[in-house]
T-cell receptor, first 113, second 111 residues
Framework: DAGVIQSPRHEVTEMGQEVTLRCKPISGHDYLFWYRQTMMRGLELLIYFNNNVPIDDSGMPEDRFSAKMPNASFSTLKIQPSEPRDSAVYFC???????????FGSGTRLTVV | QKEVEQNSGPLSVPEGAIASLNCTYSDRGSQSFFWYRQYSGKSPELIMSIYSNGDKEDGRFTAQLNKASQYVSLLIRDSQPSDSATYLCAVTNNAGNMLTFGGGTRLMVKP
């Protein structure tokens, strides 16, 4: 099993540009989570899906952020337009109902200049 | 008040000593409790889970849970320099499907 796969590993973009982060969960997992990590705020849950359906998006900071999960093997997190304060490491994690914790991807380090 | 609280540290212990990491949580309905280890520049890695009151041991690691006091701890025996990392406490909601993380405690094990 390749684990949770995120792309790209690093992204540097200019303020105002659209950014799309991608995640492939572990096959068979029915939960997918997007987290953001910064020094100031730690790990924050942005949104999570169950069976491809968004369950709780209360952590999405504002309308500039959107997430989709068109099928069980792919999810995207989009920021449009991006701002310097969006700079962070974005993690995707997946798990299955009744699992003991979730598995994280390697993360995408986003820098908005 | 944050939902999951941890002392940010750093906690410094000598090699071979016991490191004690603590965590408190606010939701009495929380069902499951986890400890993740995160090395600098890496993703969180699950190292321990605990679901009922008491102790759970796995090698050099012992997780302790006290639901009445809303308190979770992690003991690392015979600490090694390779244990130097940030340790994140995570708690699920009462539905058991959403993980909330504490801010993490940075552990430094000095040779």
């Amino acid at each position: 099993d390749a684990g949770v796969i995120q792309s790209p590993r690093h992204e540097v973009t200019e303020m105002g540009q659209e950014v799309t982060l991608r995640c492939k969960p572990i096959s068979g997992h029915d939960y997918l989570f997007w987290y953001r990590q910064t020094m100031m705020r730690g790990l924050e849950l942005l949104i999570y899906f169950n069976n491809n359906v968004p369950i709780d998006d209360s952590g999405m900071p504002e309308d500039r952020f959107s997430a989709k999960m068109p099928n069980a093997s792919f999810s995207t997190l989009k920021i449009q337009p991006s701002e310097p304060r969006d700079s962070a490491v974005y993690f995707c994690a997946s798990g299955w109902t009744g699992s003991y914790g979730y598995t994280f991807g390697s993360g995408t380090r986003l820098t908005v200049v | 008040q944050k939902e999951v609280e941890q002392n940010s540290g750093p906690l410094s212990v000598p090699e071979g000593a016991i490191a004690s990491l603590n965590c408190t949580y606010s939701d009495r309905g929380s069902q499951s409790f986890f400890w993740y280890r995160q090395y600098s520049g890496k993703s969180p890695e699950l190292i321990m889970s605990i679901y009922s009151n008491g102790d759970k041991e796995d090698g050099r690691f012992t997780a302790q849970l006290n639901k009445a006091s809303q308190y979770v701890s992690l003991l690392i025996r015979d600490s090694q320099p390779s244990d130097s990392a940030t340790y994140l406490c995570a708690v699920t909601n009462n539905a058991g499907n959403m993980l909330t993380f504490g801010g993490g405690t940075r552990l430094m094990v000095k040779p």
